[in-house]
T-cell receptor
Framework: SQTIHQWPATLVQPVGSPLSLECTVE??????LYWYRQAAGRGLQLLFY??????ISSEVPQNLSASRPQDRQFILSSKKLLLSDSGFYLC????????????FGSGTQLSVL | GQQLNQSPQSMFIQEGEDVSMNCTSS?????WLWYKQDPGEGPVLLIA?????ELTSNGRLTAQFGITRKDSFLNISASIPSDVGIYFC?????????FGTGTSLTVIP
């Protein structure tokens, strides 16, 4: 069966520090991978998605970037965190070719102080 | 991105009561999904619906894909304390997912 791992679960970082959140999927190949941010108001905002290694699409201009160095690995990064980067970050995957089910990781609560 | 209209925003119910919530959109979707999210956790997929009129159950949960393909409903029967959480709907167009803003459910023992 497929599983998705996301870490760390919580992170407290000072303003201006770098960020690296990692997500891996097991039990499948060539998944679509997504990074979402969830604000306190519960809405899910799509940040990045990837349909393959090295292929990244950005949905919103921001202080963050994403990379996909391996088929089942998706990384969210920042060179210098801003206060406004605080939030709950979720990695998700679905099988390619228009698969309808989207599965989420356990999330990372990021606090930028 | 587009947000789906999900209602109610919050519900406070007695244990044992039934719960109903819904999602509406101005757009047509190919698939409707329902998720439950516990505090500090990622959303967990509960039910997936694939065609208009479809009615699908998962234990005490029942969801329906609206005939117009622009709405979906989730019902929880005989609620229990562990049903507490936030329930999200999601619609899939074939290449993009859109999410509701969630219904917060509180079950009073």
């Amino acid at each position: 069966s497929q599983t998705i791992h996301q870490w760390p679960a919580t992170l407290v970082q000072p303003v201006g520090s770098p960020l690296s959140l990692e997500c891996t999927v097991e039990g499948t190949s060539n998944p679509n991978l997504y990074w979402y941010r969830q604000a306190a108001g519960r809405g899910l905002q799509l940040l990045f998605y990837s349909v393959g290694i090295g292929q990244i699409s950005s949905e919103v201009p921001q202080n963050l970037s994403a990379s996909r160095p391996q088929d089942r690995q998706f990384i969210l990064s920042s060179k210098k965190l801003l206060l406004s980067d605080s939030g709950f970050y979720l990695c998700a995957w679905n099988q390619g070719q228009g698969s309808e089910k989207l599965f989420f990781g356990s999330g990372t609560q990021l606090s930028v102080l | 991105g587009q947000q789906l209209n999900q209602s109610p925003q919050s519900m406070f119910i007695q244990e044992g009561e039934d719960v109903s919530m819904n999602c509406t959109s101005s757009s047509i979707f190919n698939t409707w999904l329902w998720y439950k999210q516990d505090p500090g956790e990622g959303p967990v997929l509960l039910i997936a619906l694939y065609k208009a009129g479809e009615l699908t159950s998962n234990g005490r949960l029942t969801a329906q894909f609206g005939i117009t393909r622009k709405d979906s409903f989730l019902n929880i029967s005989a609620s229990i304390p562990s049903d507490v959480g936030i329930y999200f709907c999601a619609g899939f167009t074939g290449n993009q997912f859109y999410f509701g803003t969630g219904t917060s459910l509180t079950v009073i023992p």
